[in-house]
């Protein structure tokens, strides 16, 4: 990477992203030490301005952020790290810095839980349930939600609506998954339709 630490006196800013459900979790700062760093120990380090020193996150908390890509931006002046963190992210006990009333992208978080659950099946998990009944079961049960959300938005409540609709995308995740498909694929394929 040609990263410009010239532009911010030697620092760049740095988003954090969630690999998985793409939620921003912070904004962080880093030299060319504290970046040097990361790459080398795939473990987000920063360049604290307050404490001026290098600070690995999680240092105290042991709530690491452990790197899964790092882009930069079209000019070359800001990085973007995508990562799983170990615990929250924010000093506060929250998963994110920014205070949001709740995880936007839990779809996405739902789809790494379903994929989980394949990879470890835990006993008694609904999922597993699923799984073992097989391919025409779970195809099945995509089926009735489907129905039932239908019907709730011709004839029941607003509560009821969410409630079926919510029940049929866990369903088709959980589809997806037996057939070897992600929501990304899916995602791609409605981009692509939109062009």
Not at 12 to 17: D, G, L, R, S
Not at 74 to 103: E, M, Q, W
Not at 112 to 119: L, P
């Amino acid at each position: 990477m040609n990263i410009d630490f010239n532009k911010g006196d030697g620092l760049v800013p740095v988003i954090i992203q969630d690999e998985h459900t793409l939620e921003v979790l912070m904004l962080g700062y880093m030299n060319r030490e504290a970046y040097d760093k990361t790459v080398a120990e795939n473990i987000v380090t920063f360049f604290s301005r307050s404490k001026n020193r290098l600070w690995t996150k999680g240092e105290t908390s042991n709530n690491f952020l452990h790197v899964k890509s790092i882009a930069e931006d079209c000019d070359n002046d800001t990085l973007l790290i995508k990562v799983t963190a170990d615990g929250p992210t924010c000093h506060t006990g929250a998963r994110s810095c920014f205070n949001t009333d709740y995880n936007q992208n839990f779809i996405l978080q739902l789809e790494q839980i379903v994929n989980d659950r394949y990879q470890n099946p835990q006993e008694g998990s609904y999922v597993n349930k699923l799984r073992n009944k097989g391919l025409n079961k779970i195809a099945q049960k995509v089926g009735e939600e489907a129905v039932e959300t239908v019907i709730a938005a011709l004839a029941q409540s607003e509560t009821e609506m969410i409630d079926e609709t919510s029940d049929l995308i866990f369903h088709l995740i959980v589809l997806l998954r037996e057939k070897g498909l992600s929501l990304e694929t899916i995602a791609k394929n409605l981009e692509e339709r939109h062009k």
